[in-house]
């Protein structure tokens, strides 16, 4: 039996229903850990915009998985974790294990408020998820046979969310990964149009990838009548982040398990397995 089963202390997990967040919960349960999710639909309910709803969740808590709301690049966003590790610390919290992401350098001001707040940290900083292609926004664009983005021939060292998850748990759980920075990346970077052919391989379906114009791209976001804030964010991913900046390897899941991350491959043959990319037509 580990410390936190012996304190019953619960685990904070902000964003505990996210493609991350989601997968840290269910390895803490498995692991008989308490957890908390901190959500707008959680109990007690937490909302990055509405400070007065920070402290509940952080009552009693052990320890704090963050992820922040749309992105940590986001206007104002280190401000809200600076001011949430300052409230954690009131709480007697001091573990905090934050999820940033990989090339933005608007996420480089929230690292280094976490960083400057007391708490003993961890960052995880990942590349492009592999289930983005499953969970997320690209699902429909698979679905339809077609995945179109402003992406010519950058690579991408996708990372899997479980692979993420596993990192966060133990920086959570265990000693020794306090004060470090986790770069997260898969074991190869592709080309969109590579994982997209290997998307199509595992799934036995036509699937192309056609690179578009920005003033395209954009276009078709303003069609899809998402909002303003979400809309700007895409941009910035993909005209900046996904530039190539991003196309060197880097070692965090080894560094942080002792084993390699997992292959795209694979995870595009275990995803076509449960049959979620099998909806609609395929491209004729």
């Known amino acids: 039996m580990n410390e936190h089963q012996l304190s019953r202390k619960p685990i904070l997990i902000i964003g505990g229903t996210g493609k991350t967040g989601r997968r840290v919960a269910e390895r803490l349960a498995a692991l008989g850990i308490p957890t ?9 309910p937490f909302d990055w915009q509405i400070k007065s709803t920070w402290s509940a969740v952080l009552e009693n808590a052990e320890a704090v998985y963050l992820t922040y709301h749309p992105d ?7 401000d809200d974790i600076a001011s949430f590790a300052e ?3 009131q709480h007697d919290v001091r573990r905090l294990v934050l999820l940033s992401g990989r090339g933005e350098e608007g996420a480089l001001v929230s690292e280094q408020a976490l960083r400057n707040s007391g ?12 289930q983005n292609f499953s969970e997320s926004f690209l699902l429909d664009s ?15 060292p996708f990372i899997d969310a ?11 759980t265990e000693n020794g990964h306090i004060g470090q920075l986790y770069e997260l990346t898969g074991p190869r970077a592709l080309t969109f149009a590579e994982a997209t052919e290997e ?15 920005v003033e395209q791209f954009r276009s078709g976001l303003e069609q899809e009548n998402l909002s303003a804030e979400f809309t ?17 390897l880097n070692d965090g899941v080894k560094r942080a398990l002792g084993r390699e991350p997992r292959d795209f491959r694979d995870f595009a043959r275990d995803t076509a397995a449960t049959g979620i990319w099998d909806r609609g037509e395929p491209n004729g």
Do not use: C
Not at 201 to 213: D, F, K, L, N
């Open 36 to 44: 908390r999710i901190g959500s707008r639909a959680g109990e007690p």
């Open 72 to 78: 940590l690049a986001m206007p104002g966003a280190a």
């Open 87 to 89: 409230l954690a610390l």
């Open 119 to 130: 708490a003993d940290w961890t960052i995880l900083r990942a590349s492009w998820f592999n």
């Open 142 to 156: 698979v679905l339809g046979g077609t995945i179109a983005l402003p992406v010519e021939d950058a690579r991408e």
């Open 162 to 172: 479980d692979d993420i998850a596993d990192v966060a748990v133990a920086a959570l």
């Open 199 to 213: 998307i199509a391989q595992a799934s036995g379906r036509e699937i192309h990838y056609v690179p578009i114009s």
């Open 232 to 248: 700007n964010l895409l941009l910035e991913l993909f005209t900046k982040v996904l530039d190539g900046r991003n196309s060197h």
